[in-house]
C-alpha cells in the first residue's frame, strides 16, 4: 500500500523539499502551512511533476488549536487510509538579541509555533497512529536544541523543549512500535533568516556570508533517509551541520 507522510510548514524551506523528495519516492503527500496559495501551487506542481500520487493541503496556524484539531480532522481517510510519517517542520526565529532586548509578541510567536504547535498537531496526529499500531514522527528540531548561543535564548528554549518532548514522545509511544526521532540541523539557508530579520533580506543574506550552508534538499535527504529504514530501526537523534560549522559556537566564520 502507498505511503503517506504529512508535513507542518510545507510551504518553504525544509518543508516544501520534504514534499517533493517523498512525492518522487512515491508516497503520497499532506502538507500544511498558513499560506493558502503556496500550498495550492506546490500540490499542482508536485500533481504535474509526479504521478500516481494523491496530495491534500491543509491550510491553518498550528497555533490555533481548534483550528488545527479541523484541520486534521478533514484528512481524507480514503486517499489517506495511513499516516506512516508525520514531520514536526513548522518552526520559527524571531529576532536575534539579548534577554533584556526581547520582546513578548517574539517570545510568543516561537513558543506558541514552535512548542505548542508541535503539540497540538501530535496531539491530533496520534490516535490515529496509535490505532494503526505504527508511524514515525520526525520533530525537526536545531542545534540550536542542543547547544545555547548568544542572542538564540528564548529560540534555543523552544528547541531545547522539542528536544525534551522527543525524547518523552519516544518513551510514551515505544509500547505503539511508533518511531519518533528528532532532527538537529545547523545553519540552513531557508526563508528562516528572512523571518528571523522580519523581512530584512540583506540582513539575512549575510548569516551566510563566507560558508557553504547546508540547504532545504540536505535535510529532506537526511528526513528520507531516517523515515525509510526497516521496522526494527530507529533513529533517535541526527545533528545536522554543513562542513564549516561544529555546532553552535564554532564555524569557520569565528575561528
Ligand atoms: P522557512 O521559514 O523556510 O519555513 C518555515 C515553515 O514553517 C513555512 O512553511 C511556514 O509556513 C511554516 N510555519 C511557520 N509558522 C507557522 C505557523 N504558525 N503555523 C503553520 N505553519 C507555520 O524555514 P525552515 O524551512 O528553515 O524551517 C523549518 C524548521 O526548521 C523550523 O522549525 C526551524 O526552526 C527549523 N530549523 C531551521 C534551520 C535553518 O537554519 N534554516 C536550522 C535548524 C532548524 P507558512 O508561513 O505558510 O505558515
Ligand atoms: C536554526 C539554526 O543556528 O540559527 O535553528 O539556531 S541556528
Redesign the pocket.
Known amino acids: 500500500m502507498q505511503k503517506t507522510i504529512l508535513i507542518?510548514?510545507?510551504?518553504?524551506?525544509?518543508?516544501?523539499a520534504i514534499a517533493y523528495l517523498f512525492a518522487k519516492h512515491g508516497y503520497n503527500i499532506i502538507i500544511?502551512?498558513?499560506?493558502q496559495e503556496?500550498?495550492f501551487d506546490i500540490a499542482q506542481d508536485i500533481n504535474i511533476q509526479f504521478d500516481g500520487i494523491q496530495i491534500q493541503t491543509l491550510c491553518?496556524?498550528?497555533?490555533d488549536r481548534e483550528a488545527t484539531i479541523k484541520a486534521i480532522s478533514n484528512i481524507d481517510k480514503v486517499l489517506f487510509p495511513t499516516i506512516d510519517v508525520i514531520v514536526n517542520?513548522?518552526?520559527?526565529?524571531a529576532g536575534l538579541g539579548t534577554i533584556d532586548e526581547g520582546n513578548y509578541a517574539d517570545w510568543d510567536?516561537m513558543l506558541?509555533?514552535?512548542v505548542k504547535?508541535l503539540l497540538n498537531v501530535s496531539k491530533e496526529i496520534i490516535p490515529q497512529l496509535i490505532a494503526q499500531g505504527f508511524g514515525h514522527i520526525i520533530n525537526?528540531?536545531?542545534?540550536?536544541g542542543k547547544t545555547v548561543y548568544p542572542r538564540g535564548n528564548v529560540?534555543c528554549a523552544s528547541?531545547y523543549a522539542v528536544d525534551a518532548l522527543t525524547q518523552a514522545m519516544r518513551i510514551d509511544l515505544l509500547q505503539h512500535s511508533i518511531k519518533v526521532t528528532s532532527i538537529?540541523?545547523?545553519?540552513?539557508?531557508?526563508?528562516?533568516?528572512?523571518?528571523r530579520f522580519k523581512g530584512d533580506e540583506l540582513k539575512a543574506k549575510q548569516v551566510y556570508d563566507g560558508f557553504t550552508?547546508?540547504n532545504?534538499n540536505d535535510?529532506a535527504d537526511a528526513v528520507y533517509y531516517v523515515a525509510n529504514l526497516p521496522a526494527h530501526v530507529c533513529i533517535n537523534d541526527l545533528t545536522i551541520t554543513c562542513t564549516t560549522q561544529a555546532n553552535s559556537h564554532y564555524s569557520i566564520k569565528n575561528l
Not at 500544511?32 to 499560506?35: A, H, S
Not at 491553518?60 to 497555533?63: A, I, L, P, Q, S
Open positions: 507542518t510548514g510545507g510551504t518553504s524551506g525544509f518543508g516544501k500544511t502551512g498558513r499560506r503556496r500550498l491553518f496556524d498550528v497555533r517542520n513548522a518552526g520559527l526565529a510567536a506558541d509555533t514552535n504547535g525537526i528540531s536545531s542545534i540550536a529560540y528547541k538537529n540541523p545547523g545553519a540552513a539557508e531557508t526563508e528562516f533568516s528572512i523571518v550552508p547546508l532545504a535535510i
